[in-house]
């Protein structure tokens, strides 16, 4: 049967069902309900053994929770091309293109990376995300770019999953964002969460949760919600005086919509991002009035998973996969580059 691996740190006093809920990864769609509904079945199994009592106290250690079979697959296969930039008997590496939407949900019951999976790897990916999840160990946001492993094997699963919660998985992404990561800033220095580290690196620390108001949003708070940790660095600045940027993001956790949340916490909003970005135009005169009018017409958040890094769950192997920039980014990039004066 499949089972999913959560470890309780020390310290933690919650209730059971809630701790399990906050610490399991996103893609395993544990809620407190579904949750509530394994514990009553006996399919939950702690420190001390098997745990019944969803409103028990939390122990430390190590908890299994056995999901149970798959439910039948609803999604579809389809031929969808695919750039594949590994792909071996336990997982398959993908570079996604923005655009693609990575499962079936409501609203996009097709022409996703799941589908397009189906096709490819027929029946052999892991059961452990369920029905609409087959496979699936961490995700990116629809018009994000960039790479992302998919796990073939339950074993594979697991291990994969057991490094994104504990965060030895190595996840890097490139940025194109309003304003300027400065350690000399003292509006920087003033806001609740940052903090800079040696290099001028940007540390960003806080809950994220759900919006109070528009539940496809998530929010930054410091009392509720899943804690969550970006460093951002200042690749290359542009304009005069600087107001946009490249930035490499890492991420520590990794949460629904991290990193735009917490540049915009920063006031760091991204390139195109409908959502997060905010009302920020950029300045002509600063920029460029063809740099200004490339940002304000870009169509996504200007986002990319660059670079992704873990030990193979199965053979103990460390594999590092790196993706260039996508050519709208780089497009964008070296019309920035090009300075209020225009190519030199």
Partial sequence: MPEILIHVP???????????????????????????????????????GAVTDGKSKVEPGEYAIDIGEPEPLEAQPEDIPL?????????IVIDKP???????????????????????CADSLSGIGGAARPGIVHRIDKETSGLLVVAKTDRAHQGLAKQFADHSAHRRYLALAHGLIDPADARLRGLPGLAFEAGGILRITTMLG??????????????????????????E?????????????????????????????????????PVYGGARRPSAKALGAQAAAAMLAFPRQALHAAE????????????????PLPPDMAALLEILRTGPDGPS
């Fill in 237 to 273: 600045a542009f304009g005069a005086p600087p107001s946009a940027m490249l930035v490499e993001c890492r991420l520590e956790t990794g949460r629904t919509h991290q990193i735009r949340v917490h540049m915009a916490h920063a006031g760091l909003g991204l390139v195109g991002d």
């Fill in 308 to 323: 992704l890094g873990f030990e193979h769950p199965v053979s103990g192997q460390m594999l590092t996969f790196a993706s």
């Fill in 98 to 120: 923005a655009g693609m939407v990575v499962h079936p949900a409501p609203g996009a019951p097709n022409g996703t990376l799941v589908n397009a999976l189906l096709h490819h």
């Fill in 10 to 48: 020390e310290g933690l006093s919650d209730r059971l069902d809630k701790a399990l809920a906050a610490l399991a990864p996103e893609e395993a769609a544990l809620s407190r309900s579904r949750l509530a509904k394994l514990i009553a079945e006996g399919a939950v199994f702690g420190p001390s």
């Fill in 210 to 235: 759900r919006h109070p108001s528009d539940r496809q949003r998530q929010a930054v708070s410091f009392d509720r919600g899943r804690h969550a940790v970006t460093r951002a660095r200042l690749v």
């Fill in 83 to 91: 750039v594949i930039v590994h792909e071996d008997a336990d997982l």
